[in-house]
């Protein structure tokens, strides 16, 4: 099946699955708050549950780099496998908690899991797809981490119809049944004798030291890591906190701002990944910056739309200002992989991205341990809105530094 012309598309139809389940698996419980601080007393403070969100994405953060490495040197079916798995299992036994250190503990181990799936993933969409499909590819791939987004949403209207137990049992299990599909029916694109004979022979800590100093000496590498994790802080703020900025700004339950909340950056966030996919696969193949100012247009989509969101009080102004926000962030989030393709050959593509996605995630750590104390405070709506100068910064930088010269690097190149 592998040699079939419609095969990278079947690749990316699976790996869209898998990555509905990473999202929604890890965006449920920001939801279930409610819920679960009847049994979880500590939940009741938000400081508390920021600490919760936040020892995710500190260890999701650490592994990433690790995920990459990992990624770059082994059959990435398997590694995509083991992690759907493991998270699934962690999601399983999390209905089975009865205290704070429990949820801890297991949201911590959830956090290495879930990291070795998205340099993995990405990185082996990328090797299906040339140029001419492959910010489409991976558009249509985050459209399953938006997808999942809005269905974490329902996990209060689940919770409130069953209980918080049996919701995580369910997902839980979903996953695991699910690692299944993917041993019948994934394929590795790139098979161990394709790995470099150097890079099967060196020596694995030498190897990942010499991945890391071969990026961190690209000037432009150091430009895409900023431009990626500046707009992470408004990112990871809209996937924690952007259903108790609905509850606040609307006056109402949380059972309703959750759905509310992230169906509607999940359906604006859809748009703006076909429709980035779609113009910058179209752009690159007349201006080798086709991809950046894409991602460019979608950046600037988002800075009215965290002012709209964080100073409106009114339904128009607050759902206007997710789909905005949805709408740019897709835009910006599909040219990501497809970017770092254009200064990064093949061979630490995994390593790379999964740098980016701990620079990312330590910004999305800071900034929910922030907007917990914030939340408290009562000023989470303002500060939400302070990000988007920080959102404009990153974009004049990216547009002034992020110069490609080639549409995709090779390993020659590399």
């Known amino acids: 099946m592998r040699n079939k012309k419609y095969y990278p598309w079947v690749v990316v139809g699976l790996l869209w699955v898998v990555a509905l389940l990473n999202y929604l698996d890890r965006q449920m419980l920001s ?19 920021g600490r919760l969100m936040a020892v995710f994405l500190w260890i999701y953060g650490l592994m990433s780099p690790v995920a990459g490495m990992v990624a770059d040197r082994i059959n990435r079916k398997w590694l995509i496998v083991g992690s759907l798995f493991v998270w699934s299992f962690v999601t399983l036994m999390m209905g089975y908690c009865t205290s704070f250190n429990q949820i801890y503990m297991l949201r911590a181990l959830m956090g290495v899991s879930e990291a070795l799936y998205i340099p993995a993933g990405l990185a082996l969409i990328a090797d299906y797809h040339e140029e001419k499909s492959r910010s489409l590819a991976i558009g249509i791939h985050m459209t399953g981490l938006y997808v999942g987004q809005a269905l974490g949403g329902f996990g209060a209207t689940v919770a409130s119809m069953y209980s918080w137990e049996t919701t995580f049992h369910a997902f839980g299990w979903v996953g695991i049944i699910y690692s299944i599909v993917l041993i019948l029916f994934l394929r590795e694109k790139r098979p161990l004798k394709e ?33 990626f994790a500046t707009p992470s802080l408004p990112g990871w703020a809209t ?25 509607t950056i999940a359906i604006a966030s859809f748009i703006g990944v076909i429709a980035g996919g779609i113009l910058s696969d179209k752009w690159i193949q007349t201006n080798v910056r086709g991809r950046v100012y894409t991602g460019a247009i979608g950046l600037a989509l988002t800075i009215p739309a965290l002012l709209l969101l964080g100073f409106g009080h009114s339904f128009v102004t607050i759902i206007g200002g997710g789909l905005c926000f949805g ?55 303002h500060d939400f809105a302070l990000l988007a100068g920080v959102v404009l910064f990153a974009l004049l930088i990216q547009l002034a530094f992020l110069r490609p010269k080639t549409a995709n690097m090779t390993e020659n190149e590399g």
């Open 239 to 263: 996937k924690n906190w952007l259903p108790t900025l609905f509850a606040e700004n609307l006056s109402i339950d949380m059972a309703q701002a959750g759905p509310l909340s992230t169906i």
């Open 31 to 49: 939801t279930m708050k409610s819920a679960m601080m009847v049994d979880i007393v500590e939940l009741e403070t938000a400081a508390n549950f």
């Open 327 to 381: 709408l740019g962030y897709g835009m910006f989030d599909a040219n990501n992989m497809p970017i770092l393709c254009q200064f990064i050959s093949p061979r630490y593509r995994a390593t790379a991205y999964g740098m980016m996605n701990m620079t990312g995630v330590f910004a999305g750590a800071a900034i929910t341990n922030l907007l917990g104390k914030s939340t408290d405070a009562g000023n989470l709506g």
């Open 195 to 227: 790995i470099p004979k150097q890079m099967q022979r060196e020596n694995p800590v030498k190897a990942a030291c010499k991945g890391i100093a071969v990026l961190l000496t690209n000037l432009s590498f150091w430009v895409i890591l900023f431009y």
